[in-house]
Structure formats: structure tokens, C-alpha cells
């Protein structure tokens, strides 16, 4: 079983460089962009994939070398936007573990600082017009019955999908705190067990009546 988690706290030091010390160049720095050289890597890879796939054939028939390549590099963005990106250019990170039960845990996590607008709009609008060149291309593959490109379709979907989610509810979940959770919850309840008792039959006690049946 697994569940979800949003966090607008500190994460965990459980990697190299602990999420929420990294420099704060917000919108009041000098400096147009903060990370420049993390905004244009958030685009590389999964741009240099959309390109490769769109113009595979000019350089190699090989259906096994293109489909590599691309995987390759959807591979590395997936990477990249997941543990990089996401974290300096928008203070936001998902992340999954395994407790000592065996119990899988979905975490997602916001950090309460000052974002760069200019490199916030180059990550949200990456993360999301690449997902919808690769639907297009689905919808192309799809009708014009190359299914084996539409199989490389599909992971880069999956792929792009994934991030896409994750930094979604990041953004977006965060901001829920735990007492309207709560809140949320305790009405839930409520509601649910009103309807249970409008819907469940009388429980009024009936006394048997002797059948004269022996």
C-alpha cells in the first residue's frame, strides 16, 4: 500500500546538498535569472528528445538507434527535472520511500522561499508543452499505425506525465494545511455516516410470533 504526503516544511538532509539551503536569489535579486545554467538543462534534454524523435530519419533508418537515443535522453530529463530542477528553480520536490513496514510513502514538498519568476515560467511552461507535443505525436503515431514509434510515444508520456504530476501537486497541495485536513475529513465522515443512517432499514426489535408449527 502507499500514500500521499505535502509538506511545506524543511526535507530531510538525505542527499547532497539539503533541500532549502541552496543560494535564495528571489525576485528581488540583481540577476535576471538565479540558476541559468539549471533553467536551460530543465529544456535540453527533453527538448533535444522531441527533436531527435521529429528528425531521427535524416540521420539514421535504424529504428533500434533512434528509439535508444530517445530513451536515453528522456531518461536523463526525467533525472533532471525530478531531483534538480524542480528544487532550484521552483523550490518544489516529490519523492517516494519505504518504511520499515514495507509501507510505500509518496512525499511532496514545497519550500517557503523566494522564486525567480523568469526561471518559474521557463520550468512551468517546459513541463508542460512537452507533454503536449508528445500527445500530439501519440495521436499521430496512433492513426497512422506506427505502432512502434507509438510505443516510444507512450514512455516519453509516462515520463513527462510523472514529473508533470508530481510538481503539480507540489505546487498545489502545498499550500493545504493540516487543519483543514482535518477539517476536510471530519466532514467527510460526517456526511458519509448521515447518509448511512438515512439509507440503512428501521432496526426497530420485532418479537417473534409463534407459527403454530411444531
Given at each position: 500500500?502507499?500514500?500521499?504526503?505535502?509538506?511545506?516544511?524543511?526535507?530531510?538532509?538525505?542527499?547532497?546538498?539539503?533541500?532549502?539551503?541552496?543560494?535564495?536569489?528571489?525576485?528581488?535579486?540583481?540577476?535576471?535569472?538565479?540558476?541559468?545554467?539549471?533553467?536551460?538543462?530543465?529544456?535540453?534534454?527533453?527538448?533535444?528528445?522531441?527533436?531527435?524523435?521529429?528528425?531521427?530519419?535524416?540521420?539514421?533508418?535504424?529504428?533500434?538507434?533512434?528509439?535508444?537515443?530517445?530513451?536515453l535522453?528522456?531518461?536523463?530529463?526525467?533525472?533532471?527535472?525530478?531531483?534538480?530542477?524542480?528544487?532550484?528553480?521552483?523550490?518544489?520536490?516529490?519523492?517516494?520511500?519505504?518504511?520499515?513496514?514495507?509501507?510505500?510513502?509518496?512525499?511532496?514538498?514545497?519550500?517557503?522561499?523566494?522564486?525567480?519568476?523568469n526561471?518559474?515560467?521557463?520550468?512551468?511552461?517546459?513541463?508542460?508543452?512537452?507533454?503536449?507535443?508528445?500527445?500530439?505525436?501519440?495521436?499521430?503515431?496512433?492513426?497512422?499505425?506506427?505502432?512502434?514509434?507509438?510505443?516510444?510515444?507512450?514512455?516519453?508520456?509516462?515520463?513527462n506525465?510523472?514529473?508533470?504530476?508530481?510538481?503539480?501537486?507540489?505546487?498545489?497541495?502545498?499550500?493545504?494545511?493540516?487543519?483543514?485536513?482535518?477539517?476536510?475529513?471530519?466532514?467527510?465522515q460526517?456526511?458519509?455516516?448521515?447518509?448511512?443512517?438515512?439509507?440503512?432499514?428501521?432496526?426497530?426489535?420485532?418479537?417473534?410470533?409463534?407459527?403454530?408449527?411444531?
Open positions: 500500500m502507499s500514500s500521499a504526503t505535502v509538506r511545506n516544511i524543511p526535507l530531510l538532509d538525505d542527499d547532497t546538498i539539503p533541500f532549502g539551503e541552496e543560494e535564495e536569489l528571489g525576485n528581488n535579486s540583481p540577476k535576471k535569472y538565479a540558476h541559468p545554467y539549471v533553467a536551460f538543462f530543465h529544456l535540453f534534454f527533453r527538448g533535444l528528445a522531441i527533436l531527435v524523435y521529429v528528425f531521427c530519419n535524416w540521420f539514421s533508418e535504424s529504428f533500434v538507434t533512434s528509439f535508444v537515443f530517445v530513451i535522453l528522456l531518461s536523463a530529463d526525467f533525472w533532471t527535472v525530478k531531483n534538480i530542477t524542480g528544487r532550484l528553480l521552483v523550490g518544489l520536490r516529490w519523492w517516494n520511500y519505504v518504511d520499515d513496514d514495507g509501507k510505500s510513502h509518496w512525499v511532496f514538498e514545497a519550500k517557503q522561499s523566494r522564486i525567480n519568476n526561471e518559474a515560467r521557463i520550468f512551468w511552461l517546459g513541463l508542460i508543452l512537452c507533454p503536449a507535443f508528445w500527445s500530439l505525436f501519440f495521436i499521430f503515431a496512433f492513426f497512422g499505425l506506427k505502432f512502434k514509434w507509438l510505443l516510444l510515444v507512450m514512455i516519453a508520456l509516462v515520463l506525465a510523472a514529473n508533470l504530476y508530481g510538481y503539480i501537486k507540489c505546487n498545489y497541495g502545498a499550500g493545504t494545511s493540516l487543519n483543514s485536513t482535518a477539517t476536510d475529513f471530519v466532514k467527510t460526517l456526511l458519509k455516516n448521515a447518509v448511512d443512517i438515512m439509507t440503512k432499514p428501521s432496526s426497530q426489535p420485532t418479537t417473534a410470533k409463534p407459527t403454530g408449527i411444531v
